[in-house]
Structures are given as C-alpha cells and as structure tokens.
C-alpha cells in the first residue's frame, strides 16, 4: 500500500486548504479497519502528530490545531482529510498521512506554506 498525499500549497494567513491522502493499493476492509492519522514536519523541528480519526470516525487533534483542523474519512474512496482553516504562519510545514499502527510506510507529503 503507498499512501499518497495532495493539496497542499501556498496560502495567506487566516486562509483554508484541504488536504487529501490517498491509500493506494489497499482493500476496503483493510482500510477501513485502520486508525489513520496526520502529522507535520516543519524545518529543523520533529514530526509532529496533528489529528487522529478511528475506525468509528472518533477525532483527537493536538492542542495546536483544535478548532482549526478538522479530519474525516472516506472508506469507500480509501482516502483520508484534513481540513484546515484559519492557517497561521506556523502551520507551515510538509504533512503526512500515517497508518496509526505503522503496517504501511510514509508517503512523500505535501507542503503547506503560509507566509509570515
């Protein structure tokens, strides 16, 4: 399975984007019995877990996003979201989508910018 992310890019303060993660090569069951998360790398800092959706669709988010971002799943489509809005200059970072459990590898990300 490669997970595959999109969406990102350059956007002003106070804006919106959202991003998307495909998982490509998986089966509906495997999908949908996977808790899936987003994390964040910014420049010179350590990855950094953003949200969490289970497999029940319950939310966790880190305390910097709560609010801001909101996650969601579409199991038919093999696919997790992120929905950002009100972006703040240190939102910039490259994101990731993670199986919660580590089965699958880290894709390549996708960079959001927001200028200062």
């Known amino acids: 399975v490669q997970l595959v992310e999109s969406g990102g890019g350059l956007v002003q303060a106070g804006g919106s984007l959202r991003l998307s993660c495909k998982a490509r090569g998986s089966i509906l069951s495997d999908f949908s019995g996977s808790v899936m998360d987003w994390y964040r790398q910014a420049p010179g800092k350590q990855r950094e877990l953003v949200a969490t959706i289970t497999t029940d669709r319950n939310t966790e988010y880190g305390d910097s996003v709560k609010g801001r971002f909101t996650i969601s799943r579409d199991n038919g489509k093999r696919t997790v979201y992120l929905e950002m809005s009100s972006l703040k200059p240190e939102d910039t970072a490259v994101y990731y989508c993670?199986?919660?459990?580590?089965?699958?590898?880290w894709g390549p990300g996708t960079q959001v910018t927001v200028p200062g």
């Open positions: 993670y199986r919660h459990d580590g089965v699958w590898s």
